[in-house]
């Protein structure tokens, strides 16, 4: 029988290298040209802010409120949307760093704090999805109607859809 929740887990598989990017920009801190990481840290940030954070709003409008439903108790998710939270916070603080890193180098405070967001983003985003993926997504797997967890995905697409438009506005 297949996953009912395979759509989901297909999105995790399509973010994945995205994520994957944020490690090696991280990595890259401090040994590759700045321009190089100027660039590797844009399209971090950009996936994050674009791409990213409309997922986890899709999560929180939707993928949420059945997991707690399904669960019978509505505060399961508390932890994940605490994680969101987290996610928040280290992608508008990239976002300053990035503002603030226009010159030739980077200092060494600099550095610091970029290392420190860009792992502590791959990290979080990592064992975010991970905690989905083997926690909620086989609960929902084996509780889902075909029906509902067709409805919530229109439901994710829909508030995944509204999100993104939000950034434009």
């Known amino acids: 029988m297949a996953n009912l929740t395979q759509p989901l887990r297909e999105e995790h598989q399509e973010l994945l290298p995205h994520i994957e990017a944020i490690r090696q920009a991280a990595d890259a801190i401090g040994n590759a040209p700045l321009s190089e990481l100027r660039s590797q840290i844009d399209a971090v940030y950009d996936f994050l802010a674009r791409h990213l954070l409309p997922h986890a709003q899709a999560e929180e409008a939707a993928l949420y409120p059945v997991v707690g439903k399904v669960m019978g108790a509505p505060e399961a998710t508390d932890t994940m949307r605490r994680d969101h939270v987290a996610v928040g916070r280290l992608i508008d603080e990239l976002g300053l760093i990035r503002?603030?890193?226009?010159?030739?180098?980077?200092?060494?405070?600099?550095?610091?704090?970029?290392?420190?967001?860009?792992?502590g983003l791959?990290?979080?985003?990592?064992?975010?999805?991970?905690?989905?993926?083997?926690?909620?997504?086989?609960?929902?797997?084996?509780?889902?109607?075909?029906?509902?967890?067709?409805r919530l995905f229109e439901d994710m697409e829909r508030a995944a859809h509204e999100a993104k438009s939000a950034l434009v506005h």
């Open 99 to 119: 503002s603030n890193t226009s010159g030739s180098t980077l200092t060494a405070v600099q550095i610091k704090d970029l290392r420190r967001v860009m792992y």
């Open 122 to 150: 791959y990290t979080l985003v990592k064992v975010h999805f991970t905690k989905e993926e083997e926690v909620y997504l086989p609960i929902l797997d084996t509780r889902l109607t075909s029906d509902e967890a067709r």
